[in-house]
Structures are given as C-alpha cells and as structure tokens.
C-alpha cells in the first residue's frame, strides 16, 4: 500500500513562505511523476506544480515564480517551495503520485495565508 505524508502547512502573512513536504512510502518513487495540488473551499481541486522522475516541471500559471517543486530520490520526498504566498494561495495542499498506471493521493495539509 503506497502511503503519502504530507507536512509544511500553516498560516503564514501574505508575502511570507511555507516548505510542503511529501514523503512517499514506495520505491517505485524514483519512476513516478509527482504533483502537488490544491483545493479552495467552494473550488475544485487543481494543479498547482508537477515533476517528472527525470526533474522536469510544470507549474500552474498562477504560481510561476513563486513557487517551486524538487524532489530527493533518497529520501522519497519531494517538495514544494512557496514564496511570495497571496491569500488566493488559501487551501488544503495534496501530494500525488503517479505511477504503473496507478494514482495515489496524500490526506493533505492546510495553508492559510492570511494578516
């Protein structure tokens, strides 16, 4: 059973910074495309940053320049760097994992951006 643990969340002033971080539980990490998405109240889940296996990335528009996804191959874990945060940045965090032809998906964490 893959497991994902999400940490890093909190509430931080507008303007300040926040480190997610997802641990994955499998070994098959190295091979999987790893994503972070987010979720408003009354919104939709949506992509907020993705890396392949091989470091490539993709990001939201909305986060380009302020955000920015790594990830440790020894350690499983992979990152999301949050700079500059915006109240419209207000939501609950989740780690994904793709991989073999299976999705699988962190509890989540909640950032609050907010003075």
């Known amino acids: 059973q893959v497991q994902l643990v999400e940490s890093g969340g909190g509430l931080v002033q507008p303007g300040g910074s926040l480190r997610l971080s997802c641990a994955a539980s499998?070994?098959?990490?190295?091979?999987?495309?790893m994503g972070w998405y987010r979720q408003a109240p009354g919104k939709q889940r949506e992509l907020v940053a993705e890396i392949t296996g091989g470091g490539s990335t993709n990001y939201a528009d909305s986060v380009k320049g302020r955000f920015t996804i790594s990830r440790d191959y020894a350690k499983n874990t992979v990152f999301l760097q949050m700079n500059s945060l915006k109240p419209e940045d207000t939501a609950v965090y989740y780690c994904?994992?793709?991989?073999?032809?299976?999705?699988?998906w962190g509890q989540g964490t909640q950032v609050t951006v907010s003075s």
């Open positions: 994904r994992l793709q991989a073999l032809g299976f999705v699988y």
């Open positions: 499998v070994s098959i990490f190295s091979r999987s495309l």
